[in-house]
């Protein structure tokens, strides 16, 4: 993204904050004080975007895989004018190349990338944020995004720039992910005391962020009492995640999941080390009896990627899944939802899909006419996404409010080659961030008039906790009784028992769906004891 230029010509200080002629006048830099000290932004059409903030110190030496600290106080002023560095993850297009570089292996519950390096330009001195903000904001509404698996808060997809402009201030962040966000080992285990948080090195930086939000936010003219947490696929897996984590609650006071998976057998720790010892056996070391000091000498990429789910009994006391049957998520407005063809995801077998599905879930559908690959990626959708996110809104509605979507448009460019919409599909339409990735594209009416839609639902449930979306029906909040959502198509409309046949079916298979994923991880285990060193 370009660089805006220009000079500070003064400092005015109200109950926005501290804001500048050149504010005014929509161009130049601005500076706002942290914790941690004066950053200086850049201001462009009455917004002002703060680019590579840390919120943490670099999880690096001693650091990584450890708890992420408070960042590190600077004196005088520190430019806030570009995105720092993606953390360190695998390098997917030299996996996808014609020649590829590395082996990925996937199943249910888990990811697997062996020999795969690290993508160019990551880092694991990643620990930055993002702040696009209202010019005048005063106590604006704030989002916080948490982005799925791979990539970092500075992808265009998800650009602030148009929630600013509707006086909402929008967030993005990096986080520690795959192995270096997800990691145990009994070298680890041993070297930190009995209540301190293990593992889940991206739940940390997760909460991390949204308590750098909680304290510096005001600065930036935003209300910290009101945050709104979201995220997509991988990302609303962490927002459900995140519901269930005591020492997330109170950071944020609503939640809006897209695509993200609700169910879980997640590994208990002492499984994980199992898992972590193999890894380390991967990368040349004497596997469980590795020190930390050997496992921080590595480099970042030298034991295979992983990307699966655990609970430490610490920070994550049981599995999420549990904690929502049983009533304890946070009690927030909800929003969530997934795409029709949310199986456009999927990243392993797909005849596996339809034949471990119960008779049960075949006959409920049966009456659909699909067969083949149709039938396996409907299958998944709602095995994945769909039918986890009508559970939960059950688990929910009793409290405060929950509303229900499904996202189903589809560009016209793209109907006669595609099942629906695709996994990730909604995100240009929710931020309104065609211009930013897609500079040269020409939106038809339809596709703009979609894109209000959705953008104005999101952005009222960030101002007030209700959805209210332009020139769509009024959204009701979901009860069990009536099953009603917002079907996001060419037009919005609230339907009622979408799939109903198939999700009830999905949902009374669920702990199968949950003992298949457990199944799969002890393979995983397996996989990895029967790999020698450095092999694929």
Not at 350 to 358: D, M, Q, T, Y
Not at 427 to 449: I, M, Q
Request: hydrophobic letters at 40%; one cysteine or more.
């Amino acid at each position: 993204m370009k660089l805006f230029r220009g000079a500070l010509l003064f400092v005015v200080c109200t109950m926005w904050g501290c804001v500048t002629k050149a504010d005014s006048m929509n161009t130049g830099p601005i500076r706002v004080t942290t914790e941690s000290g004066v950053v200086i932004g850049e201001v462009s059409d009455g917004i002002r975007i703060f680019k590579g903030i840390p919120y943490a110190a670099p999880p690096v030496r001693e650091l990584r895989w450890a708890p992420p600290k408070p960042p590190v106080k600077w004196a005088g002023e520190r430019k806030a004018i570009a995105f720092g560095a993606a953390c360190t993850q695998p390098d997917f297009s030299a996996l996808a190349s014609a020649k590829p570089v590395g082996k990925a292996l996937s199943a249910k519950g888990y990811d697997l990338w062996v020999g795969v390096p690290s993508a160019p330009g990551s880092s694991e001195d990643c620990l930055f944020l993002n702040v696009w903000a209202p010019s005048r904001a005063g106590r604006a509404p704030v989002m916080v995004f948490v982005h799925g698996g791979g990539g970092s808060g500075a992808i265009p997809y998800w650009d602030g720039s148009a929630f600013a402009r509707d006086g909402v201030i929008l967030i993005t962040f990096n986080y520690r992910n795959f192995t270096l966000g997800k990691f145990a080992h009994p070298a680890l285990t041993k070297a930190v005391g009995s209540n301190e948080p293990l593992a889940r090195f991206d739940l940390m930086d997760q909460i991390a962020a949204l308590r750098w939000v909680r304290n510096n936010i005001a600065e930036f003219g935003g209300d910290p009492g009101n945050v709104t947490l979201f995220g997509q696929s991988a990302g609303g897996a962490a927002t459900i995640q995140l519901l269930t984590v005591p020492a997330a609650h109170r950071l944020f006071h609503k939640a809006i999941i897209e695509s993200g998976n609700g169910w879980w057998a997640p590994f208990d720790q002492k499984t994980y080390e199992k898992i972590g010892s193999l890894l380390a056996n991967q990368a040349g070391l004497p596997g469980a009896e590795a020190t930390v000091e050997q496992l921080r000498a590595l480099p970042p990429d030298a034991m295979p990627w992983i990307g699966s789910f655990n609970f430490d009994g610490r920070l994550v006391p049981e599995s999420p899944t549990e904690a929502i049957a049983a009533g304890r998520a946070a009690d927030v407005p909800l929003m969530i939802g997934w795409n029709s063809n949310d199986g456009s995801s999927l990243r392993y077998g797909l005849s596996e899909i339809v034949e471990n599905a119960s008779p049960a879930v075949k006959a409920a559908y049966a009456p659909l006419g699909e067969s083949g690959d149709d039938l396996a990626h409907a299958m998944y959708t709602d095995s994945h996404v769909a039918a986890p996110a009508r559970w939960i809104a059950e688990r929910t509605a009793g409290g405060k409010p929950t509303y229900l979507y499904q996202f189903s448009y589809v560009r016209v460019t793209d109907r006669a080659k595609t099942r629906g919409a695709s996994h990730g599909a909604e995100l240009p339409y929710v931020f309104d961030s065609w211009s930013k990735f897609a500079p040269t594209l020409t939106l038809t009416d339809e596709e703009r008039s979609v894109t209000r839609t959705i953008h104005s639902c999101w952005v009222s449930f960030a101002k007030t906790g209700k959805p209210h979306c332009e020139g769509a029906p009024e959204w009701p909040r979901f009860s069990s009784g009536d099953d009603r959502l917002m079907d996001f198509d060419i037009s919005a409309k609230v339907k009622q028992h979408v799939r109903k046949a198939q999700l009830d079916a999905q949902i009374a298979a669920m702990h199968d769906t949950i003992a298949a994923q457990k199944r799969s991880l002890s393979e995983l285990a397996n996989t990895l004891e029967k790999m020698l060193p450095g092999a694929l």
